[in-house]
């Protein structure tokens, strides 16, 4: 951040008083510009016995699979924002069945929440995000070609979970070394 988007004066990295980081804070209107972490929610999508994964149309992992997910918007519950997502992605009607997974990435700044959900209709197809949307049995996922390690362990936990008939609710922080420009969410 350079600017305040207030009032348009140039921003300093400092600890305001009373605070315990680094903020960026206008030189002239004194505005404490707060920087929180990105929530990403999406769904893992099923039907029967496969799940709906998206090729993605978009960087970052242009071409790779992952499950229909993005940034939460204002105004919208995190549930929402998962619907909201399988539909822009995957032009799927979802109907939830809980959070299922939670990953935190604080060396990225991002917080992933993923929905489970049964497919409404199998009437899908690939959103402006999207190049292709397909449906998935375990043995047929594309392992080695999935665009994130959330997205991965997701898939695991509900197929591990599925032999169970049983989907407790995970949560995980996952440490990354930081490389030097490159985020591994």
């Given at each position: 951040m350079k600017f305040c988007s207030h009032c348009g004066q140039s921003v300093?990295?400092?600890?305001?008083?009373?605070?315990?980081?680094?903020?960026?804070?206008?030189?002239?209107?004194?505005?404490?510009?707060?920087?929180?972490?990105?929530?990403?929610t999406g769904c893992l999508p099923i039907h029967e016995d496969?799940?709906?994964?998206?090729?993605?149309?978009?960087e970052p992992r242009h071409g790779f699979w992952t499950l229909?997910?993005?940034?939460?918007?204002?105004?919208e519950t995190t549930?929402?924002?998962?619907?909201?997502?399988?539909?822009?992605?995957?032009?799927?009607?979802?109907?939830?069945?809980?959070l299922y997974t939670l990953f935190?990435?604080?060396q990225i700044n991002q917080v992933y929440m993923f929905y489970r959900g049964t497919l409404s209709d199998l009437k899908f197809a690939p959103g402006l995000e999207s190049l292709e949307v397909a449906l998935?049995?375990?043995?047929?996922?594309?392992?080695?070609?999935?665009a994130f390690p959330v997205v991965k362990k997701t898939l695991k936990h509900y197929f591990s979970d599925r032999t169970n008939d049983h989907f407790p609710f995970r949560s995980e922080d996952l440490i990354y070394p930081r490389l030097e420009g490159q985020n591994k969410p």
């Open positions: 300093s990295l400092m600890i305001p008083e009373g605070d315990d980081r680094k903020r960026h804070v206008c030189d002239g209107c004194e505005t404490i510009h707060y920087q929180n972490p990105n929530i990403i496969r799940v709906l994964l998206c090729r993605r149309a978009i229909p997910a993005g940034f939460m918007e204002n105004g549930e929402q924002g998962a619907l909201r997502e399988s539909w822009e992605e995957a032009e799927a009607s979802i109907e939830s069945q809980g935190n990435l604080p998935f049995a375990e043995e047929e996922i594309p392992w080695k070609e999935l």
